[in-house]
């Protein structure tokens, strides 16, 4: 099942909407219509609206006199847009993450020049997925993964132990690198209140380099 967004950046799409909906009846053939307005973060009546207009298309057909007893089915037709559709949605979803592990590649390949070798990963979560595949793209080596997140202490992320941050001064790394952009600050305090100054911390957005770069264009 494909899982709806809104962000900023990534609005959905008519023909993602479409793609969502077509997923879950594929999935869920017996939802109802409510159901699948919920799952697809969309109302009722725009749900209503897709639906008259994928049978209309012939992609779905619809069964039931009631509400409970409705059913949804893809037809033949329905099967081949549902797949051709996702095959589309998974080139640019790629397309999105290769960008992004460029972009970290390039941030990991300026830290390295200042002598920075082994590194702990704060945060076991999606982005940090990202940099593990970004790593190996560099002279940097993980020797340790921390999450403040009790819940997946204890538990192996890409072959390696998740320990508490604590655990950040017995690995003894070069530095600490957080995998987050939403939680860089309260990481960064977290760091600082656990082992001062004594560690460098790293950070996935140049922010400095970001600043100097802007203000540049402005005085041109």
Known sequence: MIIPYNTTYFSPSKVYRRLSILMLIKDMPHS???LIAQKSHLSSSMVNIYI????????????????????????????????????SFSSEAVQIYASVKREIIRLLKRYETN???????????????????????????VIGIVDGDPSKQG??????????????????????????FARQDEIYNNI?????????????????????????????
Do not use: C, W
Request: hydrophobic share 40%; glycine share 6%; no cysteine.
């Open 32 to 34: 109802s219509q409510h």
């Open 115 to 141: 002598g920075i070798r082994t590194v702990v990963l704060y945060g076991a979560s999606d982005t940090a997925e990202v940099v593990v595949s970004a790593i190996p793209h560099t002279r940097l080596v």
């Open 155 to 180: 538990h192996i992320f890409n072959g390696t132990l998740i320990q508490a941050p604590e655990a950040i001064s017995q690995i003894d790394p070069d530095a600490v690198l957080i995998t987050s």
């Open 192 to 220: 600082e209140s656990i082992l001062g100054e004594d560690i460098e911390v790293l950070t996935l957005t140049d922010l400095q380099q970001l600043q100097q770069t802007t203000l540049s264009e402005v005085v041109r």
């Open 52 to 87: 008259k207009e994928l049978k209309q298309a012939g992609l779905i057909t619809v069964s039931g006199k009631t509400n409970r007893t409705t059913e949804y089915h893809l037809t033949q037709k329905g099967q081949k847009k549902l797949f051709q559709d996702f095959i």
